[in-house]
Each structure stands twice: as C-alpha cells, then as structure tokens.
C-alpha cells in the first residue's frame, strides 16, 4: 500500500553534482518528515540529512552541510536531495524514508516508519 522509490543515482567523477529524487504513494505526504539515509559497502546505515512536512525545518549530517540541499514538493509527493561537490566518500545506497512526526526532522533511522528500496550513487576519484 505505501510506496516509496528512490531515482537518479548513477556513477559520477569527484566534484559533481547529483540529485537524488524519492516520489512516495498511499499515503498523505504532507503528514510525515522525510529523510535520507545512505549505506556504504560493509558500513552501518547512516543520517544524510531530513525535512519537516513543510520544509521549515532541515538538519544534515555535518559531512555533508554545505554541499548538500534536502527539499521536497508536497504537490507532486516527491522529496529530493542535491548533492555537490561530491566526493568518492559518498559513496553509498542512498534511501529515503517517511516519518509520521511530521514537525521534526529527525536523525535516528529507528523512528522512520516506511522506507524505499534505495538507489547507488557512486562517485569515483
């Protein structure tokens, strides 16, 4: 019933640029936070960054501030993220996921209720 799917990974040099899209269905997309989470090779899950439901509120991992930029469209329940400068470091499957506390922004993986099945960035030196 809920579906999240991740689009435009892909295989890029260090120093570009890469969005990442995450369109959601059966659910009410302005009624939950939205984040994205990443997971290299042989690594533990990890915050990327989140959004509140209206975009007021943003939090990033420090690795990432600065270069990269969460936002989401709630008319077309989509959420993305920017990533810039990108480095081979940001190297992972990217996922994103939906969490029914709408107003926070959240970095704990464990209070995210639905979850896509990711998408590979791979960014290579």
């Known amino acids: 019933q809920v579906q999240l799917a991740e689009s435009g990974g892909g295989l890029v040099q260090a120093g570009a640029s890469l969005r990442v899209s995450c369109t959601t269905s059966g659910l009410i997309f302005s009624d939950y936070a939205m984040g994205w989470f990443r997971q290299a090779q042989g690594q533990e899950r990890e915050f990327v960054a989140a959004v509140s439901w209206s975009g007021s509120t943003t939090h990033y991992r420090s690795s990432v501030a600065g270069r990269f930029t969460i936002s989401r469209d709630n008319a077309k329940n989509t959420v993305y993220l920017q990533m810039n400068s990108l480095k081979p470091e940001d190297t992972a499957v990217y996922f994103c996921?939906?969490?029914?506390?709408?107003?926070?922004?959240?970095?704990?993986?464990?209070?995210?209720?639905?979850w896509g099945p990711g998408t590979q960035v791979t960014v290579s030196s």
């Open positions: 996921a939906a969490d029914r506390l709408r107003t926070f922004a959240r970095s704990d993986a464990n209070f995210y209720d639905y």
